[in-house]
């Protein structure tokens, strides 16, 4: 672009509304980091906005838009590591669609202008994070999963896209019998036409062939073991890893294509234990098992439909001595799980939309996109804890189901309690596993009166523990009268004073709540001095540094 061009480019931007996603304007450079996190945040929203490029500009004013020039020199900066700043951000963008630099002197002063290709069929990272522009503000895309469901809308499907390489001969003969007998089971109407389809004409019927032409699902789902090397780059390996109670590893094996089989035999692999010592009840089975197959038949089905395939990684399933870990690569579109709880229709966006469709018609996936809360639903009704969805990492969804029995009459209150929806359910299973829940969430279980505590060390109220017969745990958990605390201080103090705070801390940390971190308790024990001291019961004798506490006489 000439300077004509290039002065011409920024007039027009200049006149652009000061709230423009697309768009920044700063009158000096600061920080390596904090462009590359720009780059990856005008990628994304040039995206979502349908714009054809993303501009950060140097040297010019942000509100006025009044030219004031910059000495930022991109071609001699450095990045991190002492490389050349701009190889070092083009090193950070993945996928690297790619940006312009642009140096150039208009009047009032030198302006430096990165034009920035929006993200094509993903979100545009830099260094392993997604950014996005919000308003003015520049914030983790991971914070606003329905922007990165726009972008996803506009990416190719790459499970339909036509492996050039591979024909029926790539394809497993008894792979291609599974497939048609599930969906004639799917769809029995069409069981009589579908035994007169030959095989192309069936794949071209149920999503997994274009035209005749065989698609990456096919390979995944009815491909033979060797084809999964017609998708590299791409990874298709499913692994079973067994794990000891110390996380050592005992035994493993690597599953590759078809999976349409291969999906029960990584199942089988599992030690799914029947238990009998259950408690007693008309609702409870006298045996039943560790792990429900539905529930684990549709967790792993998620994993192969939803998994981003040209991440490269594999689709873990680690066995632990009572739970079952499942991971896959790529972020969770829903954006969390209580969205998926409160819907009540199919999901907007797939990852891999044909992959996905192939999946429904052969019996594989729900239809309705239903399946994740069911599997929640077919946890509760067997008594077990729901299943833990962990999205910290915005590369990976990892899935844990658990293998062992909640308390008997804490289950049956929550299934007795018609009022409980399953998102209360679900925060209540959170808060008997010691997990963290948000502040909105803790203030819906408090206005149910199922909880207690000052967030975030929150326990089962006293109604639930009365219910549940854990009313020993509830008055451990929430603690006793200040008073009572108070009596012991003084007690201690007036048989053995002066004594020091280490003293105090070993006669009350013990006693204190248990919902209570150690870092809480000292702050407890610390506030119960104070107000004896303003009381003028007791005072401190030495420093502050190293107190003794004695009786006022």
């Known amino acids: 672009m000439d300077q004509a061009s290039l002065i011409a480019l920024l007039n027009r931007l200049r006149h652009e509304p000061v709230e423009t996603e697309w768009l920044e304007f700063k009158s000096s450079h600061s920080d390596a980091q904090h462009l590359g996190e720009y780059l990856s945040a005008l990628a994304n929203s040039a995206c979502i906005h349908g714009k054809a490029r993303g501009y950060i500009v140097f040297g010019v004013e942000n509100k006025s838009r009044q030219v004031v020039g910059t000495a930022f020199q991109p071609q001699r900066e450095k990045g991190k590591g002492n490389q050349d700043l701009l190889l070092w951000l083009t090193q950070g963008m993945q996928p690297n669609t790619g940006f312009e630099c642009h140096e150039f002197e208009v009047e009032g ?111 995944l789902l009815l491909g033979k073991p060797e084809s999964a090397a017609l998708i590299s780059p791409a990874v298709a390996r499913i692994s079973w890893i067994l794990k000891d109670d110390q996380n050592q590893e005992k035994d493993y094996e690597h599953f590759d294509p078809p999976f349409i089989l291969n999906v029960d035999r990584v199942l089988a692999r599992i030690r799914n234990l029947t238990i009998r010592q259950l408690p007693s009840g008309t609702l409870f089975p006298i045996e039943i098992r560790q792990y429900d197959p539905w529930v684990l038949r549709e967790a792993l089905h998620n994993c192969i439909a939803h998994q981003d395939y040209s991440l490269s990684g594999r689709i873990n399933l680690v066995e632990m001595p009572d739970q079952l870990i499942l991971t896959n690569v790529g972020s969770f579109l829903p954006g969390n799980v209580e969205n998926v709880i409160k819907r009540d229709a199919p999901m907007e966006v797939y990852r891999n939309p044909s992959l996905s469709q192939a999946m429904v018609n052969l019996n594989m996936i729900d239809t309705q996109g239903g399946g994740i809360k069911r599997m929640f639903q077919t946890q509760m009704k067997r008594f077990f804890p729901l299943p833990d969805y962990n999205l910290s990492d915005p590369i990976r969804v990892v899935v844990t189901i658990r293998g062992t029995i909640l308390n008997e009459q804490y289950t049956r209150m929550l299934m007795e309690r018609t009022d409980l929806d399953l998102w209360a359910v679900i925060l209540l299973d959170k808060i008997q596993k010691g997990i963290r829940i948000g502040h909105d969430q803790h203030t819906k279980l408090k206005k149910l009166g199922l909880v207690e505590g000052r967030y975030p060390t929150l326990y089962i109220s006293a109604r639930v523990a009365a219910a549940t017969d854990q009313k020993a745990r509830h008055i451990r958990q929430r603690g006793l009268d200040r008073r009572y605390y108070k009596d012991l201080i003084v007690e201690l103090i007036r048989h053995h004073g002066p004594v020091s705070r280490k003293e105090i801390n070993t006669l009350l940390l013990d006693k204190l709540p248990e919902a209570l971190l150690p870092k809480q308790k000292d702050s407890m024990a610390h506030n119960l001095l104070m107000a004896l001291r303003r009381e003028g019961i007791i005072r401190n004798a030495g420093t502050r540094r190293s107190p003794k506490w004695i009786i006022v006489k």
């Open 109 to 219: 002063g030198r302006v430096v202008l990165f034009e920035v290709i929006p993200a094509l069929d993903r979100p545009v990272k830099f260094y392993d994070k997604s950014w996005i522009r919000i308003g003015s503000s520049k914030t983790l895309l991971a914070n606003h999963p329905e922007k990165e469901r726009i972008i996803w809308k506009r990416r190719a499907d790459w499970s339909g896209e036509i492996c050039e390489r591979a024909s029926l001969v790539n394809l497993d003969s008894e792979a291609l019998g599974k497939a048609r007998q599930e969906y004639k089971g799917k769809f029995p109407a069409k069981a009589a036409e579908v035994d007169t389809w030959d095989d192309i004409t069936f794949l071209n019927k149920i999503g997994l062939a274009v035209q005749g032409s065989i698609t990456y699902a096919t390979l």
